[in-house]
């Protein structure tokens, strides 16, 4: 029977990798892709300049900016199943590591993709003035709307605001902020009555405290140990 790493070796083997998920290729910060693509409608009509084919330069034209548009199109909605899929998993966190790391990854891909979106946006802009300045008249699609996305929606920025409030109580769990009280005792002690005396009174000054002790495996700081956990401290 074929386990499931040989049928995944053989599809590397057959087809290769494939492409690297959005997330993983990040844009390289000083590329100008509207720039870049600037002067594809003019070479365009350069080419068909004086031959027959300059009545179809027009149409031509109109379907390059078009294909731009297009994509816009299939990244928004890609895009939109992103942004549900975090709404989703902010609702699913339990604190486990694995439900957290997925929902970094969903938020991270829903970055990537509103990236993408802007900069189609901007290449196609470039090509619709490109346009106009040719045939005269605005470029706009046969159907829906030519608009910009504002940018990232409140689902990316509630995950992004989740993730950083899961960063911010890890730090605040290894420098807590209320007073710290310090506590050690022998490694034979067994009252742990008196122990959980002296700790209540202090917690009752000092609601907010943190307790330091030596993690001995035995005695009064086992004991402190145990009244912290019983106490939520």
Known sequence: MESATARIMDNLALFGPGPLAAEDDPLPEARDFAGAVAGLVGALADAFDASPFEAYTEDL??????????????????????????????????????????????????????????EFEAMRDRLADEFAMLTGSLWKPRSGSRKRRPGLTAAVIDAKD?????RQRALDAMAPKGPLIGFSGGADWTDADAVFRVLDKLRGRHPDMAL???????????IAARWAEIRGV
């Open 162 to 166: 989740f993730m950083a409030a899961r």
């Open 212 to 222: 330091a002790h030596t993690a001995q495996a035995r005695g009064a700081d086992l």
């Open 61 to 118: 034209a109109w379907g390059l900016v078009n294909l731009f548009h297009r994509r816009i199109g299939r990244l928004e909605r890609d895009l939109a199943e992103t942004e549900t899929a975090c709404r989703s998993l902010i609702a699913d966190q339990d604190g486990s590591e694995a439900r957290s790391v997925e929902l970094e990854r969903a938020s991270a891909r829903a970055r990537a993709l509103a990236e993408h979106v802007s």
